[in-house]
């Protein structure tokens, strides 16, 4: 069982269900912002390879070698749409990959979390409090790590996930079935 002692101080201001905790973010994840490397797109064209090249809302290009290899979620540091709650700030990669400094990465501690439950946790979370800037607003790793979080025992994590995903079959059926129409 988690204990409060594990994954920092606990607000109690509002009853949470049994086994479920709040905390903040720098708690529950490795933040790896150690393996993201720029490289620039005219050095990237003479790059081109099999591995993905990410950035801060998704894939940008192609290069030839990697620098991480596992599941990772990645959420935006600049560029990202955090002030448009329809849109995505974080999302999951796996596999061989390469990133550059406009996201920041970060992979769940095993015992606390789930990397796809994060994700749409971020995704949900109001920005508004801790990006900072007047044109591209900008997430820094010391107001990033202060994000609070609700974080459910495993199991649940798991089923929000499952509903989640079952409702955006659901939505992408219905999207197709309409197109069809």
């Known amino acids: 069982t988690t204990t409060e002692r594990e ?7 509002n009853e949470l269900p049994d086994g479920w905790i709040e905390t903040t973010l720098e708690n529950v ?3 790896r912002d150690d393996l993201r490397l720029p490289v ?7 790059r081109i390879g099999p591995y993905p090249y990410y950035g801060a809302t998704g894939q940008v290009g192609w290069i030839d070698n990697y620098l991480m290899d596992g599941e990772y ?3 935006g540091e600049d560029g990202a749409p955090f002030l448009d709650p329809f849109k995505s700030k974080a999302y999951l990669v ?3 990959c390469w990133v ?3 996201a920041h990465v970060l992979r769940c501690f095993e015992e606390f979390g789930n990397n796809k439950y994060l994700m749409y946790y971020l995704n ?3 920005y508004r409090e801790v990006v900072n800037g007047t044109t591209r607003l900008k997430l820094t790793q010391s107001a990033m790590k202060q994000i609070p979080i609700l974080l459910p025992p495993l199991p649940e994590q798991h089923r929000i996930v ?5 409702q955006f079959s659901r939505l992408d059926a219905a999207v197709t079935s309409l197109q069809h129409a």
């Open 73 to 75: 979620v990645l959420l």
């Open 40 to 46: 620039n797109a005219d050095e990237r064209a003479g």
């Open 100 to 102: 550059n400094n406009h």
């Open 162 to 166: 499952a509903a989640i995903e079952q």
């Open 94 to 96: 796996s596999g061989k």
């Open 29 to 31: 994840v490795e933040i």
């Open 124 to 126: 949900a979370f109001d």
């Open 7 to 13: 994954v920092g101080s606990v607000s109690m201001e």
